[in-house]
């Protein structure tokens, strides 16, 4: 059969359409409102979606509704005559809807360019009981409690919009720029940050409820329940050596044979059951046993895949991984989630110099893809939470970053007059927020990027400078947020980043295959981390963190 033959008959009898019927298509109300009304009136569609609010007119004729679909900010106008579809059931807000019908202009004089009369409902998934969103507007606050309905809110919806965007922009920037994406694991063996705040994945704690559970419904053998098993089966070995000596028949023989294996394995079972022991096992120096564990060694929940994107910088180039990573900070600040998404490129042969100029134009990428794709929610933003919104992105995307190093940013700092900081600064230490707003706020009045960080408050892997002192760090501070990217150069030396793991107080072992990229081929690489949500919150201007993730997770909720 001939290539095109087959892709016919796939159209026509292919998945989701077995019978080679015509397929329904919904027409998105984004595309809808986008589109020239002058060629789409008069138009059939099929419309999905969700009744924002609903309103019976004409002495209960026909019905207004007004209906989303997420696909954009704006409702489509939607007319049903009483003739078409009960009306009572379509208005409550939160009702689904498919409905079939021709597009029209509406009348001259009211706002929407373009409305659906109905003729056809399809399908209606009604709001059985009191719809647990008010029409009135509920704090971002108050909508926590309601995680798994938030995202029909206009803010909440236009958030997911945005942060998909700044998703598809990250592809986009990295894939333009020969970058290659990298899966990274979620279970690590390995504390990229050394802090220690660490989730542990283990199953121990499974095993030893199994067990107690076990234990109650079926306890564990006594001394004397194992001795008395093993007398029996002594019994039954002198059994088949008196069957033995007096010449009994072979089948016999085998018999009490088996008999004795079976109070052997009896015997066996019991022994080594009694041997259980309830709890997490503990070795004798006080620590937790992990030989019995699922990974048979501690394991925990990644803090950063950037140790192990590391090994494919030094085999394939420019990577990047995109991912979900996890710190236990028992943290209520607005700026904090136990599990926050990080994007982490990686580049061989790159100094910081090129570290900070990729920083540089990845979050300038970001910005002008917003701007010229998001519009209507950033409006949105702009309109309800931050009206210096759109403004900031033109700035971050139309400026040159300003460079200065960490030494020349404290003195900056400490020649304040017309400030005073909550934490005292000094050449030491890590910059607070205020801080970093401060500098990118007052002072240069656009982002900042602040290199060569004192060695004692960065990461073991970063490159020592000549100095002895300083790192290859570098930071970049934007307007809203402070610090938004962190990175560095490596530490390519071998002998220097073993002294830099043991000074961090870190078992050498753990870190023998990384050490091993410097042992085999080691090259100069660089990389930087930017905290997605922290982009987000830049970028709409949003005050909380927990709003900018779909499903937050913190210290006392995990909810769904």
């Known amino acids: 059969m001939e290539v095109a033959e087959v892709a016919a008959q796939m159209a026509a009898t292919s998945l989701g359409n077995p019978e080679g019927r015509v397929l329904r298509r919904i027409t998105k109300i984004k595309k ?7 060629s789409w009136a008069g138009r059939r569609v099929l419309v999905g979606g969700w009744v924002k609010t609903g309103r019976e007119q004409g002495k209960g004729s026909f019905a207004f509704l007004e209906v989303n679909d997420g696909s954009c900010l704006a409702n489509l106008q939607v007319i049903c005559e009483a003739s078409t579809y009960p009306l009572a059931e379509l208005v409550p807000t939160g ?27 399809l399908e209606v998934g009604p709001v059985g009981e009191k719809y647990p969103l008010p029409k009135t507007r509920l704090t971002l606050e108050n909508l926590r409690d309601f995680m798994h309905l938030r995202a029909r809110t206009n803010t909440i919806s236009a958030v997911a919009r945005i942060r998909d965007e700044l998703a598809h922009a990250t592809h986009a920037f990295f894939r333009q720029n020969g970058f290659r994406y990298i899966h990274t694991p979620i279970i690590t063996t390995s504390d990229c940050e050394g802090a220690g705040e660490m989730f542990q994945a283990t199953v ?61 394995e009896t015997a066996s079972r019991l022994e080594e059951r009694s041997k259980l022991t309830p709890g997490i096992p503990v070795k004798p120096d006080g620590g937790f046993s992990f030989d019995s564990d699922f990974f048979k ?42 599990e926050f998404w990080m994007v982490e490129p990686e580049m061989a042969f790159a100094t910081l110099e090129d570290d900070m100029d990729y920083a540089e134009e990845y979050v300038k990428f970001m910005c002008q893809w917003l701007l010229d794709n998001s519009r209507e929610d950033m409006e949105f933003m702009v309109k309800n939470y ?21 030494t020349e940013a404290v003195e900056l700092l400490m020649g304040v007059t017309d400030k005073k900081f909550e934490n005292q600064v000094e050449w030491g230490i890590d910059l607070a927020s205020e801080h970093e707003r401060y500098l990118t706020e007052v ?16 990461a073991f892997y970063m490159r020592l400078n000549d100095d002895q002192k300083t790192v290859a760090a570098m930071d970049v501070l934007v307007p809203k947020v402070g610090e ?5 150069q ?32 080691t090259v100069k690489h660089s990389g930087f981390g930017l905290g997605f949500e922290r982009m987000i919150l830049f970028a709409t201007g949003l005050d909380n963190i927990r709003d900018v993730i779909p499903f937050p997770r913190y210290s006392g909720r995990a909810d769904l």
């Open 204 to 264: 121990l704690f499974s095993q030893a409820e199994k067990l107690a559970k076990e234990i109650k419904e079926n306890p564990l053998p006594t001394e004397s329940d194992v001795e008395a098993a093993k007398l029996v089966a002594k019994e039954k070995g002198e059994i088949v050596a008196q069957l033995k000596s007096t010449k009994a028949s072979k089948a016999e023989i085998t018999a009490a044979v088996s008999e004795l294996n079976k109070s052997k």
């Open 32 to 38: 809808i409102l986008e589109a020239d009304v002058a």
């Open 443 to 458: 002072i240069f009045k656009k982002p900042v990027i602040v290199y060569n960080y004192p060695k004692g408050i960065k």
């Open 386 to 406: 931050d009206k210096t919104a759109i403004e900031r992105l033109k700035l971050v995307a139309s400026t040159p970053f300003a460079r200065v190093s960490y």
């Open 297 to 338: 060694k501690p394991a925990f929940l990644t803090v950063s895949g950037q140790l192990q994107v590391e090994t494919y910088a030094c085999a394939v180039g420019s990577v990047y991984t995109f991912g979900p990573t996890f710190r236990a900070e028992n943290s209520h600040t607005s700026r904090h989630l136990a």
């Open 490 to 521: 490596r530490e390519e030396r071998l002998e220097i980043l073993k002294q830099r793991i043991l000074d961090a107080d870190l078992p050498l072992e753990i870190y023998e295959w990384y050490l091993d990229l410097r042992r085999y081929g």
């Open 95 to 121: 009702t689904s809807v498919l409905v079939e019908g021709e597009l029209k202009p509406p009348p001259e004089g009211v706002k929407q360019r373009i409305e659906l009369k109905v003729d056809q409902v």
């Open 484 to 488: 938004l990217v962190g990175g560095s």
